[in-house]
Structure formats: C-alpha cells, structure tokens
C-alpha cells in the first residue's frame, strides 16, 4: 500500500511569514494526526482529526496554527504568522479506526523559519 | 498518559542481540506498550506492542515482566540498518481516541 505523503519536503521562510503543509493519508484510514518534532525531542501531537472532524486540539497554538480535513482524506496544516520557535519536522500520520492499529508516518516537512 | 522511562543511548555491534528496557511503574490496566523507531530522516515507524504477553514478529520480540511495570525490546541481531531512535509508549486503548504521546526514546547505535 502506498504510504502516507507530505509536501514539501523542505521549507525556508522567514519570520512573520506564513506557511502550509499537505497531507494525504493511506487510503481508508480515517484518523490523522499532525505532530511537531524539534530537534532533540520526540514528536508532540498537534491536532488528531476523525474523519473531517477534530478529536484534539489541545496542544494546538490556535492563535497562529490551523489545520482542516476536507472531506475527511487530505489535510493542511497553516502557521501563520511564523515564529523562530517554529522550526521543526513536523510530520502527518494515519490510522484506521481501529484503536488497536498502529500508526503510520509520513516523512515530514522540515520547517525553518530565520 | 502514564510516562516510561528509557536510557538516552545504547550500544551495539552488528548481528548481535539488543536488549531495550523500558520503565513504566504507573502503567494501569488499559495501556498497551508499543514501540516504534525513527531512523535519521524518516518518520517513525510502528515496531510491536503487547499487552501482558511476549510477543514476536518479522522485526523484533517484546518481552513484558510479570507486574508489568517494565517491558524491553529484543532484536535479535543488530544490523547497521537498526541504528534509529526506539520509543516505548503507553497507549490506553480503552478511550475511544487513543493516540501516541512521545518521549525522548532511546538511541541506539549499532557499530559494524
């Protein structure tokens, strides 16, 4: 099965600017996630969707983080305006709705902000 | 989410055996311990989890103690390909959106 894709691979903007990330999940997986890693660090959850709908988003800065699922298959994660803080991988995964199923990762998008 | 603990760094020699503990004292009834790794560059990827008992597939075993309270991850012969951050990570799957709280995991190396 093909695995889960991200664009861009990499990004350089400035401070202040704003940005956007894609996701599209495997095929038939209903849950996605949005993870933040800064390097050093483990992945931190950002914002878990179920279908186009938000589970969490407790970790989310929502005054400059959004992100959307529509219709519940590809999503876009925003950061706008964009802070030096920011620089990350951040990285998409998906899973079916089956609680006892595993994970799957994209590779990233490594996000630097100068 | 109960917190595990792991070793900062571990070292091995290729093709042999790795053993990766993992503490987790608080864990209740409805965690599951998973593992995953993340190899330089890439996401992380699912590695096995159990419940309470041992268990094996194509890429390692997952040994848990009797109380639970620890578990470690076997491979059993380290290729160069191991060397890649490990995380252990409680996951309830009681709740009905269970997800992956991360920590800083163990890195090993493998030395050939």
């Known amino acids: 099965e093909a695995g889960v894709a991200q664009s861009p691979r990499y990004k350089i903007i400035e401070k202040r600017q704003s940005v956007a990330f894609w996701c599209n999940p495997i095929?038939?997986?209903?849950?996605l996630y949005w993870y933040q890693q800064i390097l050093g660090q483990g992945p931190k959850l950002l914002i878990q969707?179920?279908?186009?709908?938000?589970?969490?988003d407790s970790q989310l800065p929502k005054d400059r983080f959004s992100a959307e699922r529509l219709k519940g298959v590809d999503s876009t994660l925003k950061i706008q305006p964009a802070k030096l803080e920011d620089s990350a991988v951040y990285l998409c995964?998906?899973?079916?709705?089956?609680?006892?199923?595993?994970?799957?990762f994209g590779n990233g998008t490594r996000l630097t902000v100068t | 989410d109960a917190k595990t603990t792991q070793p900062n760094s571990m070292e091995s020699n290729e093709e042999e055996p790795v053993h990766l503990p993992c503490n987790h004292s608080?864990?209740?009834?409805?965690?599951?311990i998973h593992w995953y790794r993340q190899l330089p560059s890439q996401g992380p990827e699912y590695v096995i989890h159990?419940?309470?008992s041992n268990v094996n597939n194509r890429m390692a075993s997952l040994a848990i103690a009797e109380d639970r309270k620890s578990s470690t991850l076997i491979l059993h012969r380290a290729t160069l390909r191991d060397a890649a951050v490990y995380y252990c990570?409680?996951?309830?799957?009681?709740?009905?959106?269970?997800?992956?709280?991360f920590g800083k995991g163990t890195m090993l190396l493998v030395s050939p």
């Open positions: 995964a998906s899973s079916s709705t089956d609680s006892s199923s595993p994970l799957h």
């Open positions: 095929s038939g997986h209903a849950t």
């Open positions: 969707f179920q279908n186009n709908g938000v589970v969490d």
């Open positions: 608080t864990i209740s009834g409805t965690d599951y």
């Open positions: 159990g419940l309470t």
């Open positions: 990570i409680l996951r309830d799957l009681i709740s009905g959106y269970s997800t992956l709280t």
